[in-house]
């Protein structure tokens, strides 16, 4: 399977506590993003990567969330000190920068995170 | 800005009957406009995309768009639905020059047997 790989699929935390996320893109794309997800909204940009370069953040990315990608390969994803607001799906997707605008988004399956 | 409204919560549909879920979006500029499906604990699947030309684009699984400028619309369509068609389905769109893809909320589909 070539597509974008995500892990962990599920992941509970009690609240304060530090999560990591990984994103594996398919590997000839790059441009990473990560997108979240909460019940009954469409996903919700968070920030993304050209190659290990991060380029733009929401306003939704918190000083307590931190995104890296090192070797513009794989990406991590740490949220420290998680509240009970930080429960959604976190998604991530990766695409072509050849033509970045009409490219498609290739996604992950998610990280379902629930704070306890 | 950019953004999407998908105005129904859920569209019921027999199995056979030709299904739509609308979607209508604000962008400044040309938009690029983006059709994907959700099925439960999964992530988005890509089916179709508008960027320029004829306003009516296929993709996969049967499914088709039409993009109508005038009406700021670009409804999803297939003429017989399938059960397997039941899913949560997102629009987006994105102008030239951004990189955020503004997604709506979702419509949920389901097809009745």
């Known amino acids: 399977d070539t597509g974008v790989s995500q892990n962990p699929r599920h992941k509970i935390t009690k609240r304060g506590q530090n999560v990591t996320f990984r994103c594996d893109p398919i590997?000839?794309?790059?441009?990473l993003y990560w997108y979240r997800q909460t019940l009954g909204q469409g996903p919700e940009f968070l920030t993304y990567?050209?190659?290990?370069?991060?380029?733009?953040k929401s306003r939704l990315l918190s000083d307590r969330f931190s995104a890296e990608r090192p070797k513009g390969s794989f990406s991590t994803l740490e949220i420290q000190r998680t509240e009970q607001g930080d429960s959604a799906m976190y998604l991530c997707a990766s695409s072509l920068a050849a033509n970045p605008y009409n490219s498609p988004l290739h996604f992950g399956n998610g990280t379902r995170l629930t704070v306890t | 800005a950019q953004s999407v409204a998908q105005p129904e919560d859920q569209v019921n549909v027999a199995e056979g009957n030709p299904l739509t879920v609308k979607c209508t979006y604000s962008?400044?500029?040309?938009?690029?406009l983006f059709w994907y499906v959700q099925y439960p604990n999964r992530g988005l699947q890509f089916l179709l995309k508008y960027i320029t030309g004829d306003n009516l684009v296929k993709g996969s699984y049967g499914f088709e768009a039409e993009f109508n400028k005038s009406q700021t619309s670009f409804h999803l369509k297939k003429p017989s639905a399938l059960v397997s068609d039941s899913a949560l389905y997102f629009c987006?769109?994105?102008?030239?020059?951004?990189?955020?893809?503004?997604f709506g909320k979702g419509n949920q589909v389901v097809v009745i047997p």
């Open positions: 987006a769109v994105r102008s030239y020059g951004n990189n955020r893809l503004a």
């Open positions: 990567f050209q190659n290990e370069a991060q380029l733009e």
């Open positions: 962008v400044s500029g040309n938009p690029y």
């Open positions: 590997s000839e794309h790059n441009r």
